[in-house]
């Protein structure tokens, strides 16, 4: 038992320092490595299939919505990227810039992609033309660079993988469709499969992407009572199009701008779920994206049988899960923390003693309880017990959600529920940007989404007392 709770106290207790938990999670789950460079990182290959996984299962909805994949460069020339003002001042602070081309200075500057909506409008000015040209539904999956002042793995990074989805439609209306279709394919990514729940909403004006006419958002709630931003659908309206020229020909014979989308996720969603499912033991990693959903760990491996019996059981598992086996020669308990630290959804421990009864032990990783299972019943019980994780991961998650979610009519009250149970706030606000300033400088919150389903908690705003105009959800983020 030394060694196991030796194991257990490398992590730092998330009621003590959360922001150590994370980072000790992160590196002692193997998800991440730190680079030479300050805020990049080495995504390990636990870290890398956990996005593969989220990769495949998103890719494959956004084909299904008639979406091609596309590739475009890596550099954006600095005259392309100052076509759209709004767009450049948004980014402008965390642009990478390359300067020279081995040792000759370039003669303009090239930006390293922080997002690729320039590149995207001046490819579609080229190609689009016609009305039958339109829908062009394009997305791309890539890295981008935003240089950041503070670093932590997958929330915050110098480089990040993500997927941007870049759209022009004949009308507001098909653009607008696209917007909350899109949005909603995010939402069912985060709850179906990493079981993380979400609140969808718009953005504020001072909250929206730069350049967009509209973002819509998807929002959740972390362990420790803070938001993070999921997934965002921006309705770029026709500025874009306007700036460069983006320009059909309708069923008229006249000349109109495009109406464009764009769309992204990122690899912070891992950052997401360690914050949603994490503990004290280590990383909680829901069955559906779960690169290996069962590890089996042979107990006494080197008495006769043990080994071949794991085999067998791994290859007849295949049929039904995602199966890895452990037969280094570790001590078990050294194995049982390691894969509990990783978060495997479902252990398997199989000795001399189980083979004799023809049973299997199954550990679950989010409750800890451990199930004998008939060696003849373990397939349907495996199956049984994965989904039951996935809901039971996603049902303790609406739980914190709402256990720290709170109302606030006036200023004094929102200061102490955000004091007293961190988390996300409804109140009203009057629409009026210096409300929304005011909130930010007294209590460190700010307005994550304005909600979809809207409720009337109060006819006044939290902040200024004067006529409220929509219920806005607040908190501290990410």
């Known amino acids: 038992m030394g060694n196991v709770k030796k194991f257990v106290e490398e992590i730092t207790s998330m009621d003590v320092d959360f922001a150590q938990w994370y980072t000790d999670v992160v590196k002692k789950a193997d998800l991440v490595d730190y680079s030479s460079v300050r805020g990049s990182m080495i995504i390990r290959p636990h870290g890398y299939a956990i996005w593969e996984n989220v990769r495949d299962v998103l890719d494959a909805k956004i084909k299904e919505t008639g979406h091609e994949n596309v590739y475009l460069p890596l550099f954006i020339p600095e005259s392309l990227l100052q076509k759209e003002k709004d767009h450049i001042e948004g980014f402008a602070p965390e642009v990478a810039w390359v300067t020279h081309g081995g040792s000759e200075e370039l003669t303009e500057r090239l930006c390293v992609r922080p997002t690729s909506e320039v590149l995207f409008c001046e490819h579609y000015a080229n190609i689009i033309h016609s009305y039958r040209d339109l829908p062009k539904l394009y997305n791309q999956w890539s890295n981008v660079v935003r240089w950041e002042k503070t670093t932590r793995p997958f929330l915050r990074t110098l480089e990040f993988l993500w997927q941007e989805g870049h759209t022009c439609h004949a009308t507001d209306e098909d653009a607008h469709e696209e917007t909350k279709k899109m949005l909603e394919v995010y939402a ?22 730069a ?111 995602r199966v890895g086996i452990d037969a280094s020669d570790k001590m078990p308990g050294w194995k049982f923390n390691e894969y509990e630290m990783k978060g495997i959804p479902l252990r398997l421990e199989i000795g001399p003693k189980d083979i004799e009864n023809g049973q299997a032990v199954l550990a679950r990783r989010d409750t800890g309880e ?46 102490k529920e955000l004091e007293q149970n961190p988390g996300f706030i409804k109140a009203m606000w009057c629409g009026d940007l210096a409300c929304e300033n005011f909130i930010k400088d007294e209590t460190g919150a700010t307005s994550r989404c304005i909600p979809f389903e809207q409720e009337r908690v109060a006819d006044t705003c939290v902040c200024c007392g004067g006529e409220a105009k929509e219920l806005v959800y607040w908190a501290k983020a990410y």
């Open 188 to 209: 069912s990514v985060c709850e179906e499969y990493l079981a993380i729940p979400v609140l969808k909403g718009q953005k504020t004006e001072k909250e929206k992407f």
């Open 370 to 415: 451990k199930v004998q299972v008939r060696l003849d019943e373990l397939e349907a019980r495996i199956v049984e017990l994965l989904e039951e994780i996935q809901q039971n991961l996603l049902k303790k998650a609406r739980e914190l959600q709402a256990s720290k979610t709170r109302t606030a009519v006036t200023m004094e009250q929102f200061k």
């Open 211 to 321: 350049g967009a006419k509209f973002t819509y958002t998807i929002e959740s709630l972390m362990h420790d009572g803070k938001a993070l931003q999921t997934g965002t659908s921006h309705h770029l309206g026709t500025g874009f199009a306007e700036a460069f020229g983006i320009q059909y020909t309708d069923r008229n014979g006249e000349l109109q701008n495009v109406h464009q989308t764009s769309w992204g996720i990122t690899t912070r969603l891992i950052g997401a779920l360690i914050m949603v499912h994490g503990d004290n033991r280590g990383l909680v990693v829901p069955p559906r994206i779960a690169p290996t959903q069962v590890m089996i760990v042979p107990i006494a491996q080197h008495k006769p049988g043990v080994l071949d019996k794991a085999y067998e059981l791994r290859d007849q598992l295949k049929k039904v899960a």
